[in-house]
Protein backbone atom coordinates (compact mmCIF):
# COMPACT_ATOMS: atom_id res chain seq x y z
CA UNK A 1 0.00 0.00 0.00
CA UNK A 2 1.39 3.13 -0.49
CA UNK A 3 2.10 5.85 1.73
CA UNK A 4 0.69 8.64 -0.05
CA UNK A 5 -2.67 7.21 -1.12
CA UNK A 6 -4.24 9.70 0.76
CA UNK A 7 -2.61 12.53 -0.83
CA UNK A 8 -2.80 11.21 -3.99
CA UNK A 9 -6.61 10.59 -3.87
CA UNK A 10 -6.71 14.25 -3.04
CA UNK A 11 -4.71 15.60 -6.28
CA UNK A 12 -6.83 13.62 -8.24
CA UNK A 13 -9.95 15.16 -6.67
CA UNK A 14 -8.26 18.64 -6.61
CA UNK A 15 -7.21 18.31 -10.60
CA UNK A 16 -11.24 17.98 -11.22
CA UNK A 17 -12.02 21.05 -10.10
CA UNK A 18 -12.01 23.54 -12.94
CA UNK A 19 -8.91 25.74 -13.96
CA UNK A 20 -7.21 23.29 -12.09
CA UNK A 21 -4.85 20.21 -14.26
CA UNK A 22 -2.94 17.41 -12.72
CA UNK A 23 0.29 19.78 -11.88
CA UNK A 24 -1.99 22.77 -10.32
CA UNK A 25 -3.81 20.51 -8.24
CA UNK A 26 -0.09 18.69 -7.00
CA UNK A 27 1.00 22.95 -6.03
CA UNK A 28 -2.07 23.40 -4.64
CA UNK A 29 -1.87 20.36 -2.32
CA UNK A 30 1.44 20.53 -1.67
CA UNK A 31 1.35 24.55 -0.56
CA UNK A 32 -2.13 23.11 1.46
CA UNK A 33 0.31 20.74 3.20
CA UNK A 34 2.84 23.03 4.13
CA UNK A 35 0.54 25.08 5.30
CA UNK A 36 -1.45 22.50 7.41
CA UNK A 37 -2.87 24.55 10.24
CA UNK A 38 -3.20 27.78 8.42
CA UNK A 39 -4.98 26.65 5.22
CA UNK A 40 -5.43 22.84 5.31
CA UNK A 41 -7.25 22.52 8.42
CA UNK A 42 -9.47 25.03 8.08
CA UNK A 43 -10.05 24.85 4.59
CA UNK A 44 -11.31 20.64 5.83
CA UNK A 45 -13.57 22.12 8.27
CA UNK A 46 -15.13 24.71 6.46
CA UNK A 47 -15.63 21.99 3.89
CA UNK A 48 -17.30 20.21 5.91
CA UNK A 49 -20.10 22.29 6.80
CA UNK A 50 -20.39 23.50 3.41
CA UNK A 51 -21.32 19.88 1.97
CA UNK A 52 -23.63 19.29 4.91
CA UNK A 53 -25.44 23.06 4.94
CA UNK A 54 -25.41 24.02 0.88
CA UNK A 55 -28.57 24.03 -0.69
CA UNK A 56 -30.14 25.56 -3.77
CA UNK A 57 -32.97 28.42 -2.88
CA UNK A 58 -35.98 26.73 -3.40
CA UNK A 59 -37.22 30.57 -5.20
CA UNK A 60 -34.75 31.67 -7.35
CA UNK A 61 -31.93 29.02 -7.76
CA UNK A 62 -29.18 30.99 -6.03
CA UNK A 63 -26.87 28.55 -3.57
CA UNK A 64 -27.30 29.49 0.15
CA UNK A 65 -27.19 27.61 3.49
CA UNK A 66 -30.71 28.26 4.14
CA UNK A 67 -33.98 27.23 1.92
CA UNK A 68 -35.06 30.71 0.56
CA UNK A 69 -31.63 32.99 -0.11
CA UNK A 70 -31.00 36.23 1.59
CA UNK A 71 -31.26 37.85 -1.91
CA UNK A 72 -35.15 36.78 -2.54
CA UNK A 73 -36.09 37.66 1.25
CA UNK A 74 -34.22 41.05 1.04
CA UNK A 75 -37.35 43.88 1.28
CA UNK A 76 -34.86 46.09 -0.34
CA UNK A 77 -34.65 43.90 -3.70
CA UNK A 78 -38.51 43.86 -3.69
CA UNK A 79 -38.74 46.56 -6.55
CA UNK A 80 -40.19 44.45 -9.32
CA UNK A 81 -36.99 43.93 -11.29
CA UNK A 82 -35.70 40.07 -11.93
CA UNK A 83 -32.24 39.36 -13.72
CA UNK A 84 -32.37 36.09 -15.54
CA UNK A 85 -28.94 34.30 -15.51
CA UNK A 86 -27.70 30.63 -16.55
CA UNK A 87 -25.66 29.80 -13.25
CA UNK A 88 -24.98 31.02 -9.82
CA UNK A 89 -21.42 32.09 -11.50
CA UNK A 90 -23.21 34.25 -13.52
CA UNK A 91 -25.17 35.68 -10.30
CA UNK A 92 -22.13 36.05 -8.18
CA UNK A 93 -20.49 37.73 -11.25
CA UNK A 94 -23.49 40.36 -11.55
CA UNK A 95 -23.40 40.96 -7.78
CA UNK A 96 -19.67 41.73 -8.03
CA UNK A 97 -20.43 45.02 -10.37
CA UNK A 98 -23.05 46.07 -7.65
CA UNK A 99 -25.33 47.88 -10.14
CA UNK A 100 -28.47 45.54 -9.95
CA UNK A 101 -30.14 45.58 -7.05
CA UNK A 102 -33.18 43.96 -7.76
CA UNK A 103 -33.81 39.91 -7.68
CA UNK A 104 -32.42 37.44 -9.62
CA UNK A 105 -33.35 33.76 -11.44
CA UNK A 106 -30.86 31.13 -12.15
CA UNK A 107 -31.64 28.82 -14.82
CA UNK A 108 -29.63 26.03 -14.25
CA UNK A 109 -28.54 26.03 -17.78
CA UNK A 110 -29.95 27.01 -21.69
CA UNK A 111 -32.23 25.23 -23.73
CA UNK A 112 -30.29 22.71 -26.23
CA UNK A 113 -31.75 20.19 -28.24
CA UNK A 114 -28.47 18.57 -28.40
CA UNK A 115 -28.55 17.90 -25.23
CA UNK A 116 -32.04 17.47 -24.48
CA UNK A 117 -32.48 20.06 -22.40
CA UNK A 118 -36.05 21.57 -22.65
CA UNK A 119 -38.05 24.26 -20.52
CA UNK A 120 -39.08 21.80 -17.69
CA UNK A 121 -35.20 20.58 -17.27
CA UNK A 122 -34.68 24.36 -16.44
CA UNK A 123 -36.12 26.91 -13.88
CA UNK A 124 -38.63 28.61 -16.41
CA UNK A 125 -41.64 26.97 -15.40
CA UNK A 126 -40.17 28.73 -11.97
CA UNK A 127 -39.61 31.64 -13.28
CA UNK A 128 -42.99 31.81 -14.87
CA UNK A 129 -44.96 31.41 -11.62
CA UNK A 130 -43.06 34.23 -9.87
CA UNK A 131 -44.38 36.62 -12.63
CA UNK A 132 -47.57 35.62 -12.15
CA UNK A 133 -47.08 35.87 -8.05
CA UNK A 134 -44.36 38.05 -7.44
CA UNK A 135 -45.73 41.48 -8.68
CA UNK A 136 -42.72 41.61 -11.50
CA UNK A 137 -42.69 44.67 -13.61
CA UNK A 138 -39.66 43.93 -15.58
CA UNK A 139 -37.65 40.71 -16.28
CA UNK A 140 -34.20 41.11 -17.60
CA UNK A 141 -32.44 38.77 -19.64
CA UNK A 142 -29.01 38.49 -18.88
CA UNK A 143 -28.39 35.20 -20.89
CA UNK A 144 -25.03 34.29 -22.39
CA UNK A 145 -24.46 35.58 -26.23
CA UNK A 146 -24.38 32.06 -27.20
CA UNK A 147 -26.84 30.38 -29.82
CA UNK A 148 -28.25 28.30 -26.50
CA UNK A 149 -28.29 31.69 -24.68
CA UNK A 150 -30.14 33.82 -27.11
CA UNK A 151 -32.43 30.39 -27.94
CA UNK A 152 -33.47 30.78 -24.08
CA UNK A 153 -33.60 34.16 -23.93
CA UNK A 154 -36.40 33.94 -27.38
CA UNK A 155 -38.06 31.40 -25.75
CA UNK A 156 -38.62 33.28 -22.85
CA UNK A 157 -39.50 36.03 -24.14
CA UNK A 158 -42.12 34.35 -26.00
CA UNK A 159 -43.61 32.78 -22.79
CA UNK A 160 -43.56 36.42 -21.10
CA UNK A 161 -44.43 38.26 -23.97
CA UNK A 162 -47.34 41.24 -23.42
CA UNK A 163 -47.17 40.08 -19.53
CA UNK A 164 -44.35 42.12 -18.37
CA UNK A 165 -41.22 44.54 -19.83
CA UNK A 166 -38.60 42.40 -20.75
CA UNK A 167 -35.05 43.74 -21.52
CA UNK A 168 -31.62 42.41 -22.74
CA UNK A 169 -28.49 43.53 -21.85
CA UNK A 170 -26.65 45.70 -24.25
CA UNK A 171 -24.25 43.47 -25.70
CA UNK A 172 -21.07 45.30 -27.63
CA UNK A 173 -18.01 46.56 -27.22
CA UNK A 174 -16.64 46.30 -23.89
CA UNK A 175 -15.40 49.31 -21.55
CA UNK A 176 -11.76 49.68 -22.81
CA UNK A 177 -12.08 47.40 -25.45
CA UNK A 178 -10.09 48.05 -29.12
CA UNK A 179 -12.00 47.84 -31.80
CA UNK A 180 -9.23 46.13 -33.13
CA UNK A 181 -9.46 43.06 -30.62
CA UNK A 182 -12.93 42.18 -31.24
CA UNK A 183 -14.88 39.27 -32.31
CA UNK A 184 -16.86 40.29 -35.62
CA UNK A 185 -20.14 39.39 -33.62
CA UNK A 186 -19.63 41.66 -31.35
CA UNK A 187 -18.53 44.74 -33.79
CA UNK A 188 -21.66 44.03 -35.16
CA UNK A 189 -23.82 43.64 -32.02
CA UNK A 190 -22.53 46.79 -30.88
CA UNK A 191 -23.20 48.86 -34.22
CA UNK A 192 -26.60 47.65 -33.78
CA UNK A 193 -27.15 48.55 -30.34
CA UNK A 194 -25.54 52.25 -30.73
CA UNK A 195 -27.21 55.28 -29.10
CA UNK A 196 -27.58 58.75 -29.76
CA UNK A 197 -25.25 60.98 -27.55
Not at 15 to 31: I, N, Q, W
Not at 44 to 51: C, E, L, T, W
Not at 124 to 153: C, S, Y
Amino acid sequence: MSSTKDIDALIDLMAKMPGLGPRSARRAVLHLIRKRSLLLTPLADIMQVVAETARECLNCGNVGTTDVCDLCTSNERANGEICVIESVADLWAMERSNVFKGRYHVLGGTLSALDAVGPQELRIPRLLDRVETEEVTEVILALNATIDGQTTAHYIADQLEGRVLLTSLAQGVPIGGELDYLDDGTISAALRARKSL
